[in-house]
């Protein structure tokens, strides 16, 4: 009788009883393929085993699989070479860079990841280039998104490259390509904005929202970083770590009428030191409050959104059960004004999500510009509508240049390693009338300090 052979059919005896299994390989295991019991019966069993190696097969021919098994990635595949550089040069790089290399790989992916890596030449990329270069419905072109992309895949084809994933005398298809060059933002946010900012955010009923603005102000660092902040980064700032003049400018009384200095220790990304960030004013109040909130719902996390209660889809549900609730109560319907505090009191703290932290800030911005124009300042409300929260990391350094904070003590705030602070600099600090009339007048002092000098020698 001849043997069957079957991929992946194994017999197993247990006393009398004779069991089948399908079991993977090694690799089909790797990629997630779990092992199925096939039952006693030998014809049945070695059905189910085809029919396992059938859906194997299909998974490999790019078709659906089960849940736990990875997506098959061809050999020699752009998604191949994205899997294998995500692997090998995602660990060097900080959270943020691989946040942003994920968005611009996906695009690459969607755009020829089933492709072979020796089928992507020079016009196939001029394609992609003239695809990303399109006005998109409201007739913009997102040249920083096109550059970005094509960035990525000029790094990602010369790492394929340095691999030995292509020859080495390979021309990369991704260099030269001369993409237009997107122009530097060089938005900051007024003073006049940021009060307004913060007022809408808490008029939305988000403190948290309008803490994270403040912080991005104050601290100059990213967004990601400002909403992991946790409670034990809120501390106490000793006499001995400040000069005593700026102790005694920056103190303000605490609860109990106690003159203290409070600030955020971070940790500098660059530098990897440690550094205490006073927080003065609004800032301050409502950090306290905001960690205040956090110890009493049992969370390390500084920052919450309020949001609807989970229970409920979307906030007109809410609405709606709050005004059954209402007229059951009551007996009557509940007004929009009622409905809207009921909202607003049975909102609940979670921490932020930067997805939704954006969408509150585009949010805030819309309000902000409302009230701004309700107030008959049209000027401040069009310089709202431009806003972007990225833009305080520029306006943190802007605003320290401005006061003519040397570049090492901006550093300090930001952390950014000195060397290349100036380099930084040239980027986020735009020249502003402030910083020439800065310059003029301290001209001035120093000629007026210089006369009197020479002044004083010729009379003595």
């Given at each position: 009788m001849a043997k069957i052979e079957i991929p992946g059919l194994v017999i197993k005896r247990r006393g009398k009883k004779t069991y089948h299994y399908w079991q993977p390989s090694a690799t089909l295991k790797k990629a997630g393929w779990l092992s199925i019991p096939l039952g006693t019966d030998p014809r049945a069993a070695q059905r189910a085993a085809e029919q396992q190696n059938d859906k194997v097969e299909q998974w490999r021919s790019g078709g659906a699989a089960p849940r736990t098994v990875k997506k098959f990635i061809k050999g020699g595949t752009v998604?191949?070479?994205?899997?294998?550089?995500?692997?090998?040069?995602?660990?060097?790089?900080?959270?943020?860079?691989?946040?942003?290399?994920?968005?611009?790989?996906?695009?690459?992916?969607?755009?020829?990841?089933?492709?072979?890596?020796?089928?992507?030449?020079?016009?196939?990329?001029?394609?992609?280039?003239?695809?990303l270069l399109r006005p998109d419905k409201d007739g913009e072109v997102k040249l920083h998104r096109a550059a970005g992309v094509m960035r990525v895949l000029k790094t990602l084809l010369e790492f394929g490259i340095d691999a030995g994933l292509l020859p080495e005398d390979t021309r990369n298809p991704a260099s030269n390509q001369n993409m237009p060059t997107p122009p530097?933002?060089?938005?900051?946010?007024?003073?006049?904005?940021?009060?307004?900012?913060?007022?809408?955010?808490?008029?939305?009923?988000?403190?948290?929202?309008?803490?994270?603005?403040?912080?991005?102000?104050?601290?100059?660092?990213?967004?990601?970083?400002?909403?992991?902040?946790?409670i034990n980064r809120w501390q106490a700032i000793p006499r001995h770590k400040l000069n005593p003049e700026d102790w005694d400018t920056l103190a303000e009384p605490g609860a109990d009428g106690t003159l203290s200095v409070w600030g955020v220790n971070l940790r500098q990304g660059k530098t990897k030191r440690w550094v205490e960030i006073a927080m003065v004013g609004r800032t301050r109040q409502l950090m306290e409050a905001a960690i205040a909130e956090a110890k009493a719902m049992g969370t390390t996390v500084i920052l919450h959104e309020m949001a609807i209660p989970r229970e409920f889809r979307d906030v007109t549900q809410f609405e709606r059960h709050l005004s059954r609730n209402h007229q059951r109560e009551t007996g009557n319907a509940a007004t929009p004004e009622q409905i809207e505090q009921m909202v607003a009191n049975g909102l609940m703290p979670r921490p932020w999500t930067e997805t939704r932290f954006q969408r509150a800030i585009a949010r805030i911005r819309g309000k902000a510009a409302e009230m701004a124009r309700a107030a008959g300042d049209e000027e401040i409300a069009a310089e709202i509508e431009t806003l972007e929260y990225r833009d305080l990391r520029r306006t943190a350094v802007v605003s320290l240049g401005e006061l003519g904070i040397e570049d090492q003590l901006i550093a300090a705030i930001t952390g950014h390693q000195l060397d290349h602070t100036k380099k930084i600099l040239e980027t986020y600090m735009p020249r502003t009338t402030k910083m020439a009339g800065r310059a003029i007048a301290l001209q001035q002092e120093r000629s007026n300090v210089t006369s009197i000098g020479t002044r004083k020698g010729v009379e003595a």
């Open positions: 998604d191949q070479l994205i899997a294998r550089y995500v692997a090998e040069k995602f660990p060097e790089h900080a959270e943020t860079t691989r946040k942003e290399y994920r968005s611009k790989l996906n695009v690459i992916q969607r755009w020829a990841g089933p492709e072979q890596v020796s089928h992507i030449d020079r016009k196939r990329v001029r394609k992609l280039k003239e695809v530097p933002r060089d938005q900051i946010w007024s003073p006049a904005a940021m009060e307004w900012m913060t007022g809408a955010a808490l008029e939305l009923g988000q403190p948290g929202a309008a803490l994270g603005i403040r912080l991005g102000r104050e601290l100059g660092q990213r967004e990601a970083d400002i909403l992991k902040l946790t």
